[in-house]
């Protein structure tokens, strides 16, 4: 069987915002493989999108570490956020929930104070959660709807959510965005998300650069085809079929095997001369 037509996954499909405990396979998050060494002690993070995927992998891997987590999902995402929690408090750690749809400026603005009430201060901010739909019609059918609930998820919300976060973040403290392969081979599906992605790169280069002064760091993570809600959620039933087998690993990843780039980059200590750059995760996919 070639690549092409190896059949990973059922063809499941899902509604937006897509639950964890409805795919098949369940993805690893590294509830029984990750174990941390003390790299982020005593620090305190907000992850947006922390209920799922590859936020609730760096949830628990940031807790392994030694982090208290705040974790920012939507509403009905309310069961996956208490899974994410749980994995959190199990690791000893302090995790808080933010429920509340940061395509609404004032909640997205709002997030850094409720992390901060919660956990009395904030070091590490993920700017993971995202938003993408793949496009079935013809790029002129495209709802300005439809546009503003990607470019709001994705741009606008990162830009207040770390605007209002900047007060609490000192000297130390760091940023992490969750940019996509789809930022260097954009899919025409995805026109308008890999676009965001794009802009998250050169976003995280600019505010690396802004920010260095005041002794805070600013990367990304560029995930390739990783196995998320977002995917049976977003994408046609054929794609998520062969999600990820087009990759020269000739698979999809799992969130576990991402969230280690993030506590690469949070830690202090092992990244304490990293910045504004971009790091791939892409089961070998170029990131230039
Ligand atoms: P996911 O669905 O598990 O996580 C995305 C999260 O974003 C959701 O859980 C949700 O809580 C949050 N979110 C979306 N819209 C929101 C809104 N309006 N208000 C509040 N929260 C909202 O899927 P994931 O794949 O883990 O996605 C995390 C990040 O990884 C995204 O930025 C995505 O673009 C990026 N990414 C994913 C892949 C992949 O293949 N899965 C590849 C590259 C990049
Ligand atoms: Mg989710």
């Given at each position: 069987m070639s690549h092409d037509d190896t059949q990973e996954f059922s063809p499941q499909q899902q509604e937006p915002?897509?639950?964890?405990?409805?795919?098949?396979?369940t993805p690893d998050h590294g509830e029984r493989s990750y174990r941390g060494s003390g790299r982020m002690d005593g620090l305190r993070a907000l992850v947006t999108g922390g209920d799922s995927g590859i936020g609730r992998a760096v949830a628990i891997a940031f807790a392994r570490e030694g982090a208290d987590v705040a974790i920012s999902y939507l509403p009905e995402e309310q069961q996956d956020a208490e899974e994410t929690a749980r994995w959190v408090a199990e690791a000893g750690r302090r995790a808080a929930l933010l429920p509340g749809d940061i395509t609404d400026e004032a909640t997205a603005r709002g997030l850094p104070e409720r992390a901060v009430a919660e956990l009395g201060g904030l070091e590490v901010l993920v700017n993971n959660a995202g938003f993408q739909m793949a496009r079935r019609d013809a790029l002129e059918d495209v709802t300005t709807d439809e546009i503003d609930r990607v470019l709001k998820t994705n741009l606008y919300a990162l830009l207040w959510v770390t605007q209002s976060a900047l007060p609490h973040l000192g000297e130390g403290a760091c940023v992490v965005n969750n940019s996509s392969i789809q930022a260097y081979q954009p899919s025409t599906s995805l026109l308008d998300y890999a676009s965001t992605k794009a802009a998250i790169n050169n976003l995280t280069v600019n505010l690396a650069a802004e920010l260095g002064p005041r002794g805070i760091r600013v990367n990304a993570v560029a995930p390739g085809p990783i196995w998320t809600p977002l995917q049976p959620a977003t994408q046609p039933p054929e794609k998520v079929a062969k999600f990820g087998a087009d990759t020269p690993l000739g698979r999809a990843g799992q969130p576990a095997e991402v969230a280690p780039a993030f506590v690469f980059l949070a830690s202090p200590s092992d990244a304490s001369y990293v910045s504004g750059t971009v790091l791939g995760v892409t089961g070998g996919k170029p990131v230039f």
């Amino acid at each position: 069987m070639s690549h092409d037509d190896t059949q990973e996954f059922s063809p499941q499909q899902q509604e937006p915002p897509g639950l964890t405990g409805a795919m098949d396979p369940t993805p690893d998050h590294g509830e029984r493989s990750y174990r941390g060494s003390g790299r982020m002690d005593g620090l305190r993070a907000l992850v947006t999108g922390g209920d799922s995927g590859i936020g609730r992998a760096v949830a628990i891997a940031f807790a392994r570490e030694g982090a208290d987590v705040a974790i920012s999902y939507l509403p009905e995402e309310q069961q996956d956020a208490e899974e994410t929690a749980r994995w959190v408090a199990e690791a000893g750690r302090r995790a808080a929930l933010l429920p509340g749809d940061i395509t609404d400026e004032a909640t997205a603005r709002g997030l850094p104070e409720r992390a901060v009430a919660e956990l009395g201060g904030l070091e590490v901010l993920v700017n993971n959660a995202g938003f993408q739909m793949a496009r079935r019609d013809a790029l002129e059918d495209v709802t300005t709807d439809e546009i503003d609930r990607v470019l709001k998820t994705n741009l606008y919300a990162l830009l207040w959510v770390t605007q209002s976060a900047l007060p609490h973040l000192g000297e130390g403290a760091c940023v992490v965005n969750n940019s996509s392969i789809q930022a260097y081979q954009p899919s025409t599906s995805l026109l308008d998300y890999a676009s965001t992605k794009a802009a998250i790169n050169n976003l995280t280069v600019n505010l690396a650069a802004e920010l260095g002064p005041r002794g805070i760091r600013v990367n990304a993570v560029a995930p390739g085809p990783i196995w998320t809600p977002l995917q049976p959620a977003t994408q046609p039933p054929e794609k998520v079929a062969k999600f990820g087998a087009d990759t020269p690993l000739g698979r999809a990843g799992q969130p576990a095997e991402v969230a280690p780039a993030f506590v690469f980059l949070a830690s202090p200590s092992d990244a304490s001369y990293v910045s504004g750059t971009v790091l791939g995760v892409t089961g070998g996919k170029p990131v230039f």
